[in-house]
């Protein structure tokens, strides 16, 4: 059985060669294939990447490709590589899979007594967890007690410079102050230094450099709640304008006095828009962008808002999730003995966090002493062509019920500003008329239709 932690399962067939292939490309003479021909030799090809690298040309390295598989790692690291937005991701599901026996990650004590508190407690809580799924609470609901060192294991894939973002972050930025992440880093490089050598020249002293840590002291009240599910924070202004004025520049290269003319009339704007939103390539709906605070997002579903590539999104840090304030499924409060269960998990952990502070331990240490209930803020930027795929996934029926929440109060709000393009955005059945889910639909498509088209 393999070790707990990162192992590199695959990459680029042709390896560096690729990477060194492309620093040639640009003032060399011959073919592509010739040139990767003569690009065989890995001691040359680690110099000149090397070379090409340090004078900032590092999109050479984007061409050699890694897969990652992540064996039993707590999900503190999930969470902290899936902001990485250029790599891709396939997890475990938390809504599916029985995470009874998952087992979890024990951090470094200063002493035994401390550890056997620390242990005991998530005993217990992986206890109360078993009695919410053998009480017929959906696993969707149990996982919210689920501590937030659970083990998670999953799978990524990303070229050679993302994967120098992630060890500079691991090593040197605000990963590093989690021990497991520094750790993790360290064997990470390990391995990608013998396979791509060239790709790790002068590595250590450049990622000196890196710092993506701004720490700067605010007075505010941090445990303050927010009461509104989204908040929008800004918008394009003459957003569905906007959208015209691109795709008619894009499609016929009008003149602006033409453009102007013909986007003062309400029906051109609505038979553009149409358009658009059933095309393949929609690509004038990215002239609109919203900025949007999502309130009391709960740590497990922080994972259905970051899957989305294609946003800005900004998360605090785990370390400010409100231990004290947390989801309450339908289905727990429900039942109150499981109601019962259910909130002392919460105050369970919430006494550990008390104890081991007062021990001594800093906040990253205890970054594992939160449930996955527990709730924090946070903010992202999206244009209009990414919440055409958020909504159409997110508003959907099949979706977790909390972001699905979360997705139809924000295209509520967001028809009563755009009222014109956002009628037309809903879940797969609406904007297409038939659902993709196959036996897991809901068979209520015609009822979801008339919702949306209210």
């Not at 690729?18 to 680690?46: M, P, W, Y």
């Not at 003459?238 to 520049?249: E, F, P, S, Y």
């Not at 800093?362 to 919440?387: H, Q, W």
Request: glycine fraction near 4%; aromatic fraction near 10%; include cysteine.
């Amino acid at each position: 059985m393999a070790e707990n932690g990162i192992h590199i399962i695959g990459v680029t067939n042709c390896t560096q060669d690729v990477c060194a292939a492309s620093g040639r490309i640009s003032t060399q003479n011959g073919t592509a294939l010739e040139i990767f021909e003569r690009s065989h030799d890995e001691e040359k090809n680690s110099s000149l990447i090397g070379k090409v690298t340090r004078s900032g040309h590092t999109s050479t390295i984007e061409h050699i490709f890694f897969n990652l598989a992540f064996e039993n790692v707590s999900v503190v690291v999930e969470q902290f590589m899936i902001e990485f937005r250029l790599a891709s991701f396939t997890v475990k599901s938390r809504r599916y899979v029985d995470f009874s026996d998952c087992g979890y990650y024990v951090p470094e004590f200063m002493n035994d007594s401390d550890k056997l508190l620390y242990t005991e407690t998530m005993e217990h809580l992986f206890n109360s967890y078993v009695k919410l799924t053998e009480s017929g609470i959906p696993k969707e609901d149990a996982r919210f007690v689920l501590p937030y060192c659970f083990y998670s294991n999953f799978y990524c894939s990303l070229n050679g410079r993302e994967l120098i973002n992630v060890l500079n972050a691991m090593l040197y930025g605000r990963g590093s102050r989690i021990k497991e992440i520094y750790d993790l880093g360290l064997s990470l490089l390990s391995q990608a230094r013998e396979t791509a050598p060239g790709l790790f020249v002068d590595f250590e002293l450049k990622a000196k450099k890196y710092n993506d840590v701004t720490d700067i002291d605010f007075e505010g009240k941090e445990d303050s709640i927010p009461e509104d599910l989204c908040e929008i924070l800004s918008y394009t202004s003459d957003g569905d304008k906007n959208i015209c004025r691109a795709h008619l520049i894009e499609k016929y290269n009008f003149s602006p006095d033409e453009i102007e003319t013909i986007v003062s009339r309400e029906e051109n704007i609505n038979k553009i828009l149409t358009s658009l939103i059933k095309s393949s390539r929609p690509r004038a709906l990215e002239s609109l962008c919203v900025t949007v605070r999502f309130n009391r997002v709960s740590l497990a579903c922080l994972t259905h808002f970051a899957r989305h590539r294609i946003q800005s999104i900004c998360i605090p840090d785990l370390i400010k999730a409100r231990r004290n304030d947390y989801v309450l499924p339908e289905t727990v409060k429900a039942d109150a003995e499981i109601e019962k269960i259910y909130k002392e998990s919460f105050d369970r952990m919430s006494a550990l966090y008390t104890e081991l502070r007062n021990n001594g331990y800093t906040e990253n240490e205890l970054i594992y002493c939160v449930l996955s209930g527990s709730t924090l803020d946070i903010v992202t930027t999206m244009n209009a062509r990414e919440m055409l795929l958020f909504f159409r996934l997110r508003s959907c029926t099949r979706a977790q019920w909390e972001i699905q929440e979360f997705a139809n109060d924000f295209l509520f709000k967001l028809r009563k500003i755009y009222p014109a393009l956002f009628k037309l955005y809903g879940p797969s059945c609406f904007l297409n008329g038939v659902c993709p889910e196959g036996r897991l639909s809901c068979g209520r498509s015609n009822e979801i239709k008339e919702k949306f088209a209210e």
